[in-house]
């Protein structure tokens, strides 16, 4: 069975880091691209980064830019969402996605995407 697990959410203060892991079972993540989604109560889900299968591009929405890194491990079968600077609007639900057959990724389209997992817990508060 082809499944996608997040961890690494919790609570941390502002200007604080986590680093979040999206691990797959039943399948090799490095046939398929990933992409952060996340999800603030009362907000459309929205779109974080993405890496590409061979990790030659990475993808970045303007709010994050600079502060969150996307990486993946694949002898792991992890990939990775290290978030710096935290913020309160950082705050939701975080999920990783996969697609496969594709030299791309895409923050943008959520449809676009075949296998999604359950979520982390992300929450920015003092």
């Known amino acids: 069975q082809l499944q996608l697990v997040e961890s690494g959410g919790g609570l941390v203060q502002p200007g604080g880091s986590l680093r979040l892991s999206c691990a797959a079972s039943?399948?090799?993540?490095?046939?398929?691209?990933i992409g952060w989604f996340r999800q603030a109560p009362g907000k459309e889900r929205e779109g974080v980064s993405c890496i590409t299968r061979s990790s030659s591009s990475t993808f970045y929405a303007d709010s994050v830019k600079g502060r969150f890194t996307i990486s993946r491990d694949n002898a792991e079968n992890t990939v990775y969402l290290q978030m710096y600077s935290l913020q309160p609007d950082d705050t939701g639900v975080y999920y990783c996605?996969?697609?496969?057959?594709?030299?791309?990724?895409?923050?943008?389209?959520?449809?676009?995407?075949?296998?999604w997992g359950q979520g982390t817990q992300v929450t920015v508060s003092s």
């Open positions: 996605a996969a697609r496969s057959r594709t030299i791309a990724c895409s923050i943008g389209m959520m449809g676009w995407y075949d296998y």
């Open positions: 039943g399948f090799a993540l490095d046939y398929y691209a």
